[in-house]
């Protein structure tokens, strides 16, 4: 999975088609995403202690990792990613549009 934690990603598809976000977890054994901001669930929560609010409660959905693209930094679009090895033996993120090393 080419997206990681702290990653600006653009939805590419679903109903939050459009949207941008930073990635708040990322999750490669499942292929899950969550984005801030993007696949909003509502959950009906009981207080559980006395003083605790109960209510409804908004909060981030996880999302396919397919259903997002890196926003490059240069670009400022979406785009693929490839990997490419440095001179000094490091693996670096590379935007296939203009070239440019993302950084995490």
Do not use: F
């Not at 499942?30 to 409660?57: D, F, L, S």
């Amino acid at each position: 999975m080419q997206i990681r934690s702290k990653d600006t990603v653009v939805v590419i598809t679903g109903k939050d088609k459009g949207k941008e976000g930073k990635v708040l977890t990322a999750s490669p054994k499942t292929g899950k995403i969550v984005v801030e901001g993007v696949a909003i669930a509502t959950r009906h929560q009981k207080p559980r202690q006395a003083g605790m609010p109960g209510g409804i409660i908004k909060k981030e959905a996880a999302i396919d990792a397919s259903n997002v693209m890196l926003v490059c930094p240069k670009c400022k679009k979406g785009v693929r990613v490839g990997m490419r090895v440095l001179e000094n033996g490091t693996k670096v993120r590379v935007c296939k549009k203009c070239g440019a090393t993302i950084e995490a």
